[in-house]
């Protein structure tokens, strides 16, 4: 009877794997007309000082309108493209708008444009002979000075061995500033932050949800900023929601945000009119 039950339960998980299976290959089918045919576009979300919230950079992010399921998000097309070496493509046509957008903002907003645009790049693209200069080859050919384009890459991604690092080295030889993602979910080795060329880490959200709280996320943190204050990185504080969250980021010695809070993910005109939606943390 037992055996039985679990024959069943095998099957059933078979199917849902194939089913699965068979959702990702179609996705990625229809994400390579995607590219040629306009479904793809680019959000861009602000990175903010603290405590006032003005701009500083913003971080590109994709958005997928899919024509019979409407948008798909990043988290579920992304890691179709990077299982099907799609991302190679994608993520080419991805680093060369945002780098025309930052040269736009350039142009029309002058000094008040962000410092920094923040483009995400996968392993795979990192684990690919040449993206170094791809990068260089875009920068030329937008016209992009280099220190205003940010590499984000995760600890996972850099430590995937082989020519990852090397490459990361090659891209910050440039004057591409780079920033470690979702610092605290990978491997979080002390030694990769000696080697990695990096100028940025990005505190993951899963801490900051907790700032607040007296619990182990919070020493975490606590932490990360004398880490990131004694080895001249820049900290940003990722997926900030509420006030709370910022004043005590602020207090702890957080000088940069990004979340809900400060603003979402939005299209490029919205950038040049983005004020400041809260006062200043200090005072909340
Ligand atoms: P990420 O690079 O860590 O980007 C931050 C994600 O957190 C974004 O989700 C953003 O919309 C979301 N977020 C920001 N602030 C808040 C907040 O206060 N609350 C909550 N709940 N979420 C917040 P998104 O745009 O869905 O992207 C998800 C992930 O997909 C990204 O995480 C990144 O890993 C990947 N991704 C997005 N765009 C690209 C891209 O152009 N290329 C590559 N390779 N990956 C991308
Ligand atoms: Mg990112
Ligand atoms: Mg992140
Ligand atoms: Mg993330």
């Known amino acids: 009877e037992a055996k039985g039950q679990g024959k069943g339960r095998h099957v059933v998980f078979d199917d849902r794997m194939d089913q699965r299976t068979a959702e990702q290959s179609r996705l990625a089918a229809d994400l390579r007309s995607a590219l040629d045919t306009d479904q793809l576009h680019l959000l861009y979300q602000p990175i903010v000082a603290m405590p006032g919230g003005e701009l500083a950079a913003v971080e590109a992010l994709v958005r997928w309108t899919h024509p019979d399921r409407g948008p798909i998000g990043p988290a579920v097309f992304i890691p179709a493209a990077e299982r099907t070496g799609l991302i190679v493509p994608l ?5 060369e708008q945002a780098c025309r957008q930052a040269i736009r903002w350039q142009q029309t907003m002058g000094a008040a444009a962000p410092g920094s645009v923040s483009v995400n790049v996968s392993a795979r693209q990192l684990r690919e002979a040449g993206f170094a200069g791809e990068v260089a080859a875009v920068l030329r050919r937008t016209g992009l ?11 996972t991604a850099v430590f995937d061995g082989g020519t990852a690092l090397d490459e990361l080295k090659s891209i910050a030889a440039l004057g591409v500033k780079i920033a470690l993602d979702d610092f605290g979910t990978g491997h979080s080795s002390l030694g990769l932050l000696r080697t990695c060329p990096a ?4 505190v993951d959200k899963s801490f900051v949800d907790d700032v607040t709280a007296d619990g182990p996320q919070a020493v975490v943190v606590a932490a990360l900023i004398s880490i990131c204050d004694g080895m001249r990185l820049r900290a940003v504080a990722e997926g900030v929601e509420t006030a709370e969250q910022a004043a005590r980021l602020y207090e702890l010695g957080y000088r940069y945000a990004q979340g809900y809070f400060y603003g979402r993910p939005m299209p490029p005109e919205d950038i040049a009119t983005y004020r400041p939606a809260h006062g200043p943390a200090t005072q909340l």
């Open 199 to 202: 100028d940025v880490l990005k």
């Open 145 to 155: 000075p280099p220190h205003v384009l940010t590499v984000e890459v995760t600890e």
């Open 91 to 95: 993520g080419a046509w991805i680093l």
